[in-house]
């Protein structure tokens, strides 16, 4: 075992593909003609297949939630603080699945992959997602594993909402629902924010109308802009505060050299968005943020939150952060609010932590204590 690695990391784990020939009927009213999920497991599934763990992620992120792909490995999955032996979803107990949802630009089927009809890339044409339809394909996966019921579906921020779409589209597969730093729908501040980093990619000259896979081009101003105006919606003025300050990274006040001056948290914007433009496509995140637009957890339900919930069977748990601002502890009671109406068993949590929308990403002793608790009860169902 590499010095990477701890007594609570889960080591080294390998991606895995799965293929679905079977057509699969999309809410825009058009279907996939076939498609794949990339997906990692953790942990070992028991005698009777009732340990597993479903998580989904956010906006931007993919399967490798825990763990490293090699001994060389210097980062583990986004969630290794929360996923491994000892750890609040505990790898000694569940068997944890995390898939890369269709639309994504990490393995599963999206606008970068081929189009059987034209035997090109999807690119602009892949056809519109909401969150149900990830939920649709992940349980095709869940029946590829032989998983009846999940005991839990997990999620923080986007994938908080799948979690709750979960509880709705297939009450009987899953006991727990589990959503951190989410809302039942966006703001309308939210959906600006979305439109602006839409408009930061549509607007590069080398996004070439989303056909820029065409061309060997990569868009790749606008997608590094549109991840920095996401990346400080993430984040709190105290964390950044904290991290930064107005800390210079070069340059002086001094007279004369002041066209040198850069801080130290433009410096790490760009960084963010140079990293962001590598490694993401740019109409997949188009693709991703409109869904998380569209998300609406009670459209269908007359607008009415608790007569969405009373289709649930679950227990949930909640969980929110005092500085996160992006998805406020506001929007948490809201759904805490209509479970309680809805009868639902809920358990809520409200942390509180500097580190903004991000918090459910990092180890805040109390957040991991809470989550622990509830995942002993999980367990313990």
Known sequence: MSANFDSHSIGIVTPQVARFDDPLMLACGRELPNYELTYETYGELNHDNSNAVLICHALSGHHHAAGYHSEEDRKPGWWNECIGPGKPIDTNQFFVVSANNIGGCHGSTGPASINPATGKAWGPDFPSLRARDWVNSQARL???????????????????????????????????????????????????????????????????????????????????????VGHITYLSDEAMANKFGRELRSGSFEMGDEDNIEFQVQSYLRHQGSQFSGNFDANTYILMTRALDYFDLAREYQHDPVKAFSNANCSFFVASFSTDWRFAPARSREIVNALIAADRPVTYTEIEANEGHDAFLMPIPRYLEAFSAYMKRVGES
């Open 142 to 228: 869940a029946d590829r594993l032989g998983i009846d019921c999940w005991a839990a579906v997990i999620g923080g921020s986007l994938g908080g909402m799948q979690a709750m779409r979960w509880s709705l589209e297939y009450p009987d597969r899953l006991k727990h629902c589990i959503v951190i730093a989410a809302a039942m729908k966006l703001s309308a501040q939210n959906l600006a924010f979305n439109e602006l980093a839409r408009q930061a990619i549509v607007s590069d000259p080398a996004f070439e109308d989303g056909n820029y896979v065409y061309k060997g081009a990569v868009p790749g101003q606008g997608l590094a802009l549109a991840r920095m």
